[in-house]
């Protein structure tokens, strides 16, 4: 209750959020499962809509008011690479990690014939189809797919096939299709892997129609995913709303950051509201054991999705600027080093985090940049803030 | 030069939506304008197939679509001709695009198009797809009177034959129920006909 009186009131309460059919949209739901939106005096109409485009359109024209987002994409859309320019925000981020990259059987067959074992490392599996690449005449054509142009899975995806020496814009087709639709691609030959988020890697697996050949957390140890993203213009208008939704969401965050709420975390995700899918295509991820192939023992990847634990909801700026290079690689431009500082410094909000940090009394970073690719295991930045290992697989070159 | 412009060859498009009724209604329209529809898809599976064989100035995609993620990806990746781009990025007409969003359209371009032209064919569009919503709701709106109609007088029927009353009778006993209950007649209706086509041994219970 002190909290709640301390809050400046809401400009407005009832709210529209935006999601995706995505394991990671978990903090959204759970903080209605849980009350949270309630406790902060607001009421949430969640919005299940099918397409990346759509979700940024409607924050735009003010049909929705936040969502879940990728990561580089409020960074995309401000630069007004691809769809329309707007000025977004993010001021939470909402989880690190929950991606994977899963291939065909018969792909998973020519890589682990050239000594590629997923349980090594990234760069193993990706050497090996390398080899098979170069080795094969003539050189077989792949297609692999992605979410989206600008998304943690395209750079992730990028990343894997350069540590084996494959240019991703020559030795490979790389498209976009939608989630959903990356299983059934991959069933009929159309493609031969995808980088997409869960359960869309389980849910192939199950069916036994692909073999997961790494996951995100081993391309880059606890990378940003998702973000809470809004519009400049709205965070504007309704800066006391924006706070208590980041409250809300901040302690679903905290709740989801224990294993042993997981368990009923994916029976209410699976619910026909939500992601209307079974409940044992959700529970791998969540619970952190992820099966690679079909009728093999599962891995015990507790990290797989990270929510609320080292420091996952701050935007670090340091992550901006490496996502807003990683679209300029994609666009094919290099985007000049002051523009990218300016850009992440207006999208990246680390002031509003420290203001939602404050109110919760959860300790927060002092600074808005750290170090990527020293620790191989969880750290402690300064007294009180732990961060998990950062190691990214381009550097192992 | 606007003469240059009214001249030109139609617009050549493809239209993506998975409801068949409304892709047909906008296909029309969008004909009688004077565009060339070039064909219609339920999904953009086939898509990337139909674009490098067809080679349409513009896509008009239903937004509740999913593959409007797969159209963006072509306005970057250059392998693909043509290359749509967004309609809406140049515009940076905020009303045009809610009005857009809200009709439930969106429309991809190929670069050298003059954006007016590819406006007329969302204008078209939209109109149609505002008019197919309206339409639904209507549709949908007279549907649920006439169930309710049917049940309301099914719940009369069986007060009628069981209680041996008037069908006035059985009308203002609902009416009131529906009152008392702060309910439609038609959900009081069906409240009631599940308690009277109970067998009867179990509606005398308490």
Request: glycine content about 8%; charged content about 20%.
């Amino acid at each position: 209750m002190t909290i709640r009186s301390q809050l400046a009131p809401p400009e407005r309460t009832a709210l529209r959020l935006g999601f995706l059919r995505l394991s990671d949209s978990a903090p959204l739901i759970m903080a209605r499962e849980l009350g949270l939106y309630q406790k902060y005096g607001l009421q949430v109409d969640l919005l299940r809509e099918v397409s990346w485009a759509n979700v940024r359109d409607k924050l735009v024209s003010g049909d929705l008011d936040a969502a879940h987002m990728l990561a580089p994409l409020p960074l995309a859309t401000a630069l007004g690479a691809g769809g329309m320019r707007a000025d977004m925000i993010t001021a939470l981020v909402l989880s690190l990690n929950g991606n994977a990259i899963t291939v065909s059987p018969g792909l998973a067959l020519e890589i682990a014939g050239r000594g590629g074992d997923p349980l090594q490392s990234a760069r193993s599996t990706a050497t090996a189809l390398g080899r098979y690449l170069r080795e094969t005449t003539p050189q077989p054509e792949l297609t692999f797919a992605t979410v989206h142009p600008f998304s943690c899975h395209t750079f992730q995806l990028r990343l894997w096939l350069q540590a084996g020496g494959i240019a991703p814009e020559r030795d490979v087709r790389i498209i976009v299709l939608p989630p959903e639709q990356m299983v059934d691609s991959l069933a009929r030959g159309i493609i031969d892997g995808y980088c997409v988020g869960e359960p869309w890697n389980s849910v192939a697996v199950q069916y036994g129609v692909g073999a997961v050949q790494v996951t995100g957390h081993q391309v880059w140890n606890n990378a940003i995913e998702k973000v809470l993203g809004v519009t400049a213009q709205w965070h504007k208008l309704h800066p006391g709303t924006h706070l208590r939704l980041r409250l809300a969401l901040m302690e679903a965050c905290t709740w989801l950051a224990h294993p042993a709420n997981r368990v009923d975390t994916a029976r209410i995700l699976a619910q026909p509201e939500y992601l209307d899918m079974p409940r044992d295509q959700l529970l791998p991820s969540l619970t952190g054991q992820l099966q690679f192939v079909k009728g093999q023992p599962a891995r015990e990847l507790p990290e797989f999705h990270v929510f609320g634990r080292y420091q996952a909801g701050f935007p670090w700026r340091s992550h901006g600027e490496w996502l807003l290079q990683q679209t300029g690689a994609v666009l094919g431009k290099t985007l000049a080093p002051e523009r990218i500082k300016a850009l992440v410094q207006q999208t990246f909000r680390t002031d509003l985090y420290r203001e939602a940090a404050r109110y919760l009394d959860l300790p927060c970073p002092s600074g808005d940049y750290k170090p990527v690719n020293r620790h191989n295991s969880a750290w402690e930045l300064e007294p009180g803030i732990e961060l998990g290992p950062d190691m990214m697989l381009e550097e192992w070159l | 030069m606007t003469a240059a412009t009214t001249t030109a060859a139609p617009l050549r498009l493809i239209l993506v939506d998975d409801n068949r009724e409304r892709a047909a209604a906008v296909e029309a329209c969008l004909a009688l304008s004077g565009f060339a529809v070039l064909s219609v898809i339920p999904t953009a599976s086939g898509l990337l197939f139909q674009m490098a064989q067809q080679e349409p100035d513009v896509v008009v995609i239903a937004l509740d679509s999913p593959d409007r993620d797969v159209l963006e990806s072509l306005s970057i990746a250059s392998s693909h001709n043509p290359r749509p781009v967004v309609m809406f990025s140049e515009a940076g007409d905020q009303g045009f695009i809610g009005d857009a969003i809200r009709a439930g359209v969106t429309a991809y371009q190929a670069e050298d198009i003059n954006p007016d032209r590819v406006r007329a064919v969302i204008d078209v569009a939209m109109a149609q797809f505002a008019a197919y919503k309206g339409l639904r709701q209507e549709l949908d709106q007279t549907r649920a009177q006439l169930a309710e109609r049917k049940l309301v007088e099914k719940a009369k029927g069986l007060l009628m034959t069981i209680h041996k009353v008037s069908e006035e009778e059985a009308y203002s006993t609902l009416r009131k129920l529906a009152m008392d209950q702060h309910q439609s007649l038609g959900a009081t209706a069906r409240g009631v006909i599940t308690l009277l086509q109970q067998p009867k041994s179990a509606r005398r219970r308490p």
